[in-house]
T-cell receptor, first 117, second 114 residues
């Protein structure tokens, strides 16, 4: 099956710094990637839809200047958490949509745990 | 607005017994339906999906789910649970006009005891 990777898997940073998370589709091209946020013992909340070659579409309540998304190629999307604060600590998961998969199947990355001190 | 409900926060079952994880949805039209499993500190793994056709869908690791349009349900089942099935299970839906955006249920934690 299709593989999606994320890097880093875990990051600890100081408050006020920026953190970049990469999401890569390893064996397929993904025109669309999605970024989710998951708090402990809670479900995934869609943050934004990342479209290759165009601006990301953010869900209501998600600050686009806080969470910068760049989808520069068909296999890479990045999420940058700018001026991170402790409340940004969370588990961030990306997924990639493979159009040829039939039925809108998304493949998920392993997640990145962000801890802001 | 579409929504997905998983009424049970946790399901406990003895190893070897049948496992059922419930899911109901509320969307307009005919949705695509999915089940995913998540192990601790990991991303989601795809189990199965319903797009069209036979209401009974068979997926990975011996899991299956039945689409019931009249009850708007898509319950996940496994005839004989394993301890290794202990994980967090998510039901998700894509309304056909939603542009591939998944809406997740709240998740159900499954604990299979030896």
């Amino acid at each position: 099956g299709a593989v999606v990777s994320q890097h880093p898997s875990r990051v600890i940073c100081k408050s006020g710094t920026s953190v970049k998370i990469e999401c890569r589709s390893l064996d397929f091209q993904a025109t669309t990637m999605f970024w989710y946020r998951q708090f402990p013992k809670q479900s995934l909340m869609l943050m934004a839809t990342s479209n290759e070659g165009s601006k990301a579409t953010y869900e209501q309540g998600v600050e686009k200047d806080k969470f910068l998304i760049n989808h520069a190629s068909l296999t890479l999307s990045t999420l940058t958490v700018t001026s991170a604060h402790p409340e940004d600590s969370s588990f961030y998961i990306c997924s990639a949509y493979e159009a040829s998969g039939g039925g809108s199947e998304q493949f998920f990355g392993p997640g990145t745990r962000l801890t802001v001190l | 607005a579409q929504s997905v409900a998983q009424p049970e926060d946790q399901v406990n079952v003895a190893e070897g017994n049948p496992l059922t994880v419930k899911c109901t949805y509320s969307v307009s039209g005919n949705p695509y339906l999915f089940w995913y499993v998540q192990y601790p500190n990991r991303g989601l793994q795809f189990l199965l999906k319903y797009i069209t056709g036979d209401n009974l869908v068979k997926g990975s690791y011996g899991f299956e789910a039945e689409f019931n349009k009249s009850q708007t349900s898509f319950h996940l089942k496994k005839p004989s649970a394993l301890v290794s099935d202990s994980a967090l299970y998510f039901c998700a839906v894509i309304p056909k006009a939603a542009g591939n955006k998944l809406t997740f249920g709240g998740g159900t934690r499954v604990l299979v005891k030896p």
